[in-house]
């Protein structure tokens, strides 16, 4: 079936366009369907499910072309990834607005959704797919690195030296988990039932070792902890028979959470006594089955979580809506632990840290790490933030434009930004860089199962912030701004927007980015304080943030 | 407990901000709530049911403080009717940016949205309440007029002459609809439940008279036809209780609408058999009772429409939801006769033609009666317009700040503004007007009921376009945007964008103006034409828009 060339945004710092505008968000688009960062270029999925760059190959060339040919105040209108308007604005407005998988509430359903789509009407956009700004895997290891830094800075003191976190499930996303534990200096046991899932990870370096039984594992552990050195050790089993096993014998973890996909009853999570081999069969030839012994295994599995809970472990819903499948199936108190969200993240939101990232146009490994050497200087004194930069050029590999993500907040972004931009005026970077950011973030999402779960002020699914964050960033100066909806958790339970930035060495640039790069995560601060939020509240008034009513 | 003293805005040409970018907004915005504007100033009610302009008086208080201590480079958010925010943008972004009402889809139902809105969370913004551009019945005259006028050339031949309509609700909308009628030559029965309401429009001459029964109406018009002359006339009732009635007693109008509030069915519709009293003291201490009460009541009414309908009597939903709330209710054929977009607006809405709006800061109707005649010198060759302008100036009262509104489209609406820029700039006006439009227009709305109803290509739903034409607004440099949802049709059903701009004489003006009031109407054309609409595609072609997959 496949006959186009695989693509890849050009490197160096000539331009195919007429200006840097309009070159990075076509680089950025290249990149997101580059075959070292796509999950299915052919069919223009980059992540997520169907999370597409464009709607069809017609109009992904369209793009192309529109973006060669525009103007530097002309502003190109993505619908669904579908060019449908250029129109005359200034030079300090985007050059791009997205907008993608938007529906009207009463139709924002998968059904409508695919009926649309299979008429060519439509596009999931998921978030950073439609929005040109994915980078790879990189972006899972950081959001749960920072998770677990977190986890240590709230329940240990902040440091993670000595503690061993229990999980389960290595696959595409939980497979992040024990590489994020031991960059964030804990040991991790995960329990996964596939053995060539463990396999995977140990030949990718996410996952240390493995052994056969928990004892094994908990040896291993032990011996390294004595060696001053975290380990992560995989561990063959179903996490629903060994974990009350665990708690039987009174095996005690530091910290406790999961990631089987428990939000796929039939296809993601492997119920008690079954083989894989049993598994997988069914999965076809008797689905309903699956779900039936599925979910009651999972109510045992969180009633042992519940039970660490008891004891104190700090234990987290890694967002697989295990515990809603729990409460159904009859564990009235299944909520009783926190979605990792409010456990853990919100905090960094509320002083607007998020998932903050940038990529070198210029296409050369150099140009990031001499950007990791600046965030370094400017930031001296965060020990997380340099381990991660260590870590991350350490342990992972580049996919497609070399880019970094590091989790970092109101104050640090648009001065980080503003050191990027006077390297590309300078000649320290060979070329221009964008920035940009996941749409999960501090100020820019509404997601009332994720994001936005249990807002101190019941806001969850108050979705004005994210539109007005969008609309700011528009009208701050940024290069492109997207709204979506859906991601993450699907059609109907999130509205979201992303915002990119590029840094081309001007002082026009320079600028927008002090505007776009304050205000981006400021409209972060905003919508926690005024969710109630002390540690927002306190942000806002140290930052000198400007909110009317912050204090009525 | 009213204690508050009415609202005006100043008039003249002395600014109480720093500038007109935040004068305008701060007039237009206590304009909505002057008490001739507004249908329940007292509890910040400007038109539409609960349609508010702020989400209480304190946050009121704190937009009009935050607007005077603005600066020309400094942008305000409000967020559902609160100043959230105020952030260092510059002069070519909007001077506010408003999103109101929105909710993740999951959750955008009135049930969740009244308990935000009990938690002081939340406000209902219409379309043009809380976006700070009603200008009155005014507003909705013209729209009316030419409903009418295209009813009456679709079913009897050009001309009204002897015919009545019959209709319900005298609201800050429906009150307009004896007047349109009789200015295009029908007579009006117009049944509605509150006293009130029929003296105001006696009293504003919106409507001729009034009769204490269906029978007394009917003697009425019957004899005013005698005499050639066409006459409105208000019923007190309930709409559901009389129409069966009517139907039973064989009186056939010639032609049937309603616009009673029927998307909010707490607060918009009287149940059969309810007192006005009952119904307000119910709608605070047991809403959902009102809407269990109102709902089937609807169902009736619709009911003895599809009758009317049946009978070949031209029937339309004028917008206000009652299809779909009896649809819901089990009338299975409710969606039988049509809404009023696709029957008669939508090939103007293909050439960007809609609610074009403007008032005159200066609050001199002398400063409108210029403007009316600029129109007319620049539209020479439109007599349809030409006799609006005298009609409206002649039959339609000013309400708070003099304005005027005429449906034009992609090509004049800018070089109408820039024309009025000028008079402003050389003192032919006293002082800086605004120019905006309802957010019923051709390219920011998507409401599967009513402007969006039966596309071409069954996008009815698709949101992408209101949210494009808001970012592209905002990107364009307009003096405010907005963001709704739930606008005349209600929570879930609907999403829509509103746009201001101030001419206020100078260069920078006219350039985003310019700019503006192209985009604007230019994107309805866009969304029309990737619809699939000819005239809109012809429309884009003439006008010379660059829509890069037009002819894919
Ligand atoms: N930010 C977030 O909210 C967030 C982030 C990452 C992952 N998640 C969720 O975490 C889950 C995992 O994501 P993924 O991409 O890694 O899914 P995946 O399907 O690729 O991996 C799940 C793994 O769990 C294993 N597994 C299933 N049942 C098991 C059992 N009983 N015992 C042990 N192992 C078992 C499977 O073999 C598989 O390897 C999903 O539900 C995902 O939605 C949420
Ligand atoms: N262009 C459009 O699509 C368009 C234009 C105007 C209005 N509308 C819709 O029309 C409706 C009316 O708007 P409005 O601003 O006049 O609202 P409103 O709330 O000011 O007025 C509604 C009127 O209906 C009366 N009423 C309620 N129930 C009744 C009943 N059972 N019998 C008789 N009268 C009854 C009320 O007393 C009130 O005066 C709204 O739903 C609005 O969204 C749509």
């Known amino acids: ?142 959001g749960t690195y920072e998770t677990f830094v977190e986890m240590g800075r709230q329940h240990f003191g902040g440091s993670l030296k000595g503690k061993w976190i229990l999980t389960a499930g290595l696959g595409g996303m939980g497979g992040a988990q024990p590489l994020a534990a031991t960059m964030a200096g804990a040991s991790c046991m995960a329990i996964e039932c596939q053995e060539s899932r463990i396999d995977y990870r140990l030949k990718t370096g996410y996952l240390d070792t493995r052994a056969d039984t928990v004892e094994e594992a908990l040896a291993i552990i032990e011996k390294s902890h004595a060696e001053g050195k975290a380990i992560s050790v995989g561990v063959l089993g179903n996490a629903a028979e060994i974990l009350p096993e665990m708690v039987k014998k009174g095996i005690r973890p530091d910290a406790l959470t999961d990631q089987t996909s428990a939000h796929d009853p039939v296809n993601g999570y492997l119920p008690i006594g079954w083989t894989v081999e049993e598994w997988f069969t069914k999965r076809e030839t008797d689905p309903a089955a699956v779900a039936a012994a599925s979910k009651p295994s999972m109510a045992i599995h969180v009633k042992a979580m519940l039970e660490y809970h008891a004891m104190g472990v700090p234990t987290v819903d890694y967002g697989n809506n295990i515990r809603q499948v729990a409460f159904d199936e009859g564990v009235k108190n299944a909520f009783d632990f926190p979605g990792f969200v409010p456990a853990y993240i ?144 699907g059609m109907g339970f999130s509205q979201h927007s992303g915002v990119v930035i590029l840094c081309d060495g001007t002082e026009a640039a320079a600028k927008r980015v002090g505007r776009v790069l304050w205000n981006d995560p400021a409209t972060g601060v905003m919508r926690h304080a005024d969710a109630g939020y002390d540690i927002a509240k306190n942000c806002a008034r140290e930052k000198g943030l400007n909110l009317p009513m912050l204090d009525k």
């Not at 890849?8 to 840097?20: D, F, I, M, R, Y």
């Not at 597409?52 to 192309?64: D, G, H, Q, S, V």
């Not at 530097?72 to 050059?95: I, M, N, W, Y």
């Not at 009332?448 to 994210?466: F, K, L």
Request: glycine share 10%.
């Open 346 to 489: 919100r905090p960094l939101f509320c002083q607007g840290i998020g998932p903050f990232r940038w990529a070198a146009l210029s296409g050369d490994p150099e140009d990031i790490y001499k950007t990791d050497q600046k965030v370094k200087e400017l930031i001296p004194d965060n020990p997380h933030l340099h381990n991660w930069l260590d870590m991350a050029r350490e342990r992972i590999q580049f996919q497609g434009l070399p880019a970094r993500i590091c989790w970092v907040g109101l104050g640090d972004r648009h001065r980080l930004a503003l050191a990027f931009n006077e390297m590309v005026k300078n000649g320290e970077l060979k070329a221009p860089v964008v920035i940009g950011r996941d749409h999960l973030d501090s100020g820019s999402v509404a997601s009332p199962n994720r994001e936005t779960e249990a807002m101190m002020d019941g806001s969850d699914a108050v979705s004005d912030w994210p539109l007005l964050n969008a609309l700011l960033n528009t009208a701050s100066g940024a290069t492109w701004v997207s709204l979506h909806h859906g991601g993450g958790v």
């Open 1 to 142: 079936m496949k006959n186009r060339p695989d693509i890849h945004a050009p490197h160096g710092a000539e331009l195919t366009c007429k200006s840097w505008a309009t070159e990075a968000p076509m680089r950025m688009l290249m990149n997101n369907l580059d075959p070292m960062v796509a999950e299915n270029p052919e069919e223009l999925v980059v992540y997520g499910g169907i999370g597409k760059a464009a709607r069809n190959w017609e109009c992904y060339e369209a793009i192309i072309a529109t973006l060669r040919g525009m103007e530097e105040d002309e502003t190109l209108l993505v619908q669904s990834g579908k060019p449908v308007g250029v129109f005359k604005t200034h030079t300090d407005a985007p050059r791009v607005l997205i907008a993608n998988s938007n529906l009207v509430p009463h139709w924002a359903t998968w059904e409508h959704f695919n009926e649309l789509d299979k008429k060519g009407l439509m596009m999931y956009g998921q978030m950073t797919a439609g929005s040109w700004i994915y980078i790879g895997s990189q972006g899972i290891v950081q």
